[in-house]
Structures are given as C-alpha cells and as structure tokens.
C-alpha cells in the first residue's frame, strides 16, 4: 500500500492537488504521452492497485465470478466482493461510462484471456505489449 503522510493540508490545498492531477492526467495529447506521465508519476504499486481496481470493475460487469477474478488478478475476494457492493450501491458510474465508452473492457478482457491462456514466464518482456496498447 502507498503511503500518505499523516499531515494534513491546510484549506484547499487538497483539493487543487488533487484537481491538477486529474488534469494532468485527462489532457490532450498522444496515448504515449499520457502513458509516460502515468508512469513517471505513480510509482509500481500504486499503476498496479490501480491496474487492478479497474480490471476488477470491467471483469464484474462482464459477469466473470469472483473467484475467477480472485485467483487470476492475485485479490483477495473480500476485495472483489467490496468493489461489487460498492457497484451495487451506484458508485464508479463514471468509471463504467468510461469503460463502456473508450471499450477498456475489451483490452481488460483481452489481458485476462491471456493470463488464463499464456504462458506463465515472469519475463519483463512478455508484458511489453500492455504499453504498446496504449
């Protein structure tokens, strides 16, 4: 899990960090770009707490079982069932238009296929091709 200091911001300060990240992050330009941004920014963990959060989303709303999720993205199921009770609840609509809009979903799918169907290597290389998608 990252870490977060224990100080607080004072006033706004937060929330226009916050913002201008999200900016950063929406703005225009090229897929490479974006990409390169994502990965000087977030470190290792966070790309992939985050990788996997929305793995979790598109694979549940395309009706693969928890435990399929769990066992395959390396989760415990208590963190699938939470993200399907906060689903339940309404929360990540924006991140389901998203996915629904932009077809993440399929390249997410595309990947789950492969962990079911590949080969089992450890090879930095064999993930290349998650960077050349985007």
């Not at 090229?30 to 996997?52: F, Q, V, Y």
Request: glycine share 6%.
């Amino acid at each position: 899990m990252p870490h977060l200091s224990k100080q607080f911001l004072k006033g706004q300060l937060e929330k226009k960090l916050i913002l201008s990240l999200v900016d950063n992050f929406a703005r225009k330009g090229t897929a490479k770009s974006r990409s390169a941004l994502c990965w000087e920014l977030l470190t290792g963990t966070e790309r992939l707490m985050l990788a996997k959060r929305l793995a979790i989303i598109c694979l549940l709303g395309e009706g693969v079982s928890f435990e399929e999720i769990s066992k395959e993205l390396k989760v415990s199921s208590s963190t699938v069932a939470r993200l399907w009770s906060a689903m339940q609840k309404g929360k990540f609509k924006e991140t389901i238009l998203a996915v629904k809009k932009n077809k993440v979903n399929e390249a997410v799918l595309a990947v789950f296929t492969l962990l079911l169907t590949g080969p089992r290597s450890r090879h930095a290389p064999r993930w290349k091709f998650l960077d050349d998608m985007y």
